[in-house]
């Protein structure tokens, strides 16, 4: 019986190839002279620090134009809120997302059956789903309709098998 599984993982290495890229593009260029703006990876977040909110902004813009530019989806970036700091300063936390969570895989399996075909059956294994089916035009046309549609985080599809 064919199988595929749903996955939403992340490539490490391109995400620390954008942050130091980022980080670089910002110690060099002049609007961030002085702003003491920096970019840093710890783990699975991505500290963001400036003097103003305004520069907070424009770092951002500049990691996300790196990220995408590394095709690293920013689905994967769950923003935190702005911190204020002393002197008028800001700083932001951005967590890594990777992984399919529970009710976000409840969800993509519900769309799945919500297409009516035969035999397809997803099934729920841990951070990941898997998904059977008699025909493999029927699991092609799955993992086609998951690509339309936007489940707020970014799908790779692994392990077919027939």
């Not at 002197?87 to 529970?102: E, F, H, N, Q």
């Not at 976000?104 to 075909?117: F, N, P, Q, V, Y």
């Not at 998904?131 to 690509?147: F, N």
Request: aromatic share 4%; charged share 35%.
């Amino acid at each position: 019986m064919p199988t595929f599984d749903v996955v939403s993982e992340l490539d490490h290495q391109e995400i620390r190839n954008a942050v130091d890229q980022a980080a670089r593009e910002v110690e060099t260029r002049f609007d961030f002279k002085g702003t003491d703006s920096r970019i840093e990876l710890s783990g699975e977040e991505i500290q963001l620090h400036s003097s103003t909110e305004d520069r907070l902004n424009a770092l951002i813009v500049v990691l996300e134009e790196k990220l995408v530019r590394r095709k690293v989806s920013l689905k994967c970036l769950d923003r935190g809120p702005v911190v204020e700091g002393s002197k008028g300063s800001a700083r932001m936390t951005i967590k890594l997302i990777s992984g399919i969570s529970s009710d976000k895989a409840k969800t993509i399996s519900k769309a799945i059956r919500d297409l009516g075909l035969k035999g397809v059956v997803p099934q729920i294994q841990g951070d990941q789903l898997r998904v059977s089916g008699k025909k493999r035009d029927d699991l092609q046309e799955v993992i086609a309709k998951l690509k339309e549609g936007d489940f707020g985080l970014p799908l790779q599809f692994t392990n077919f098998r027939d």
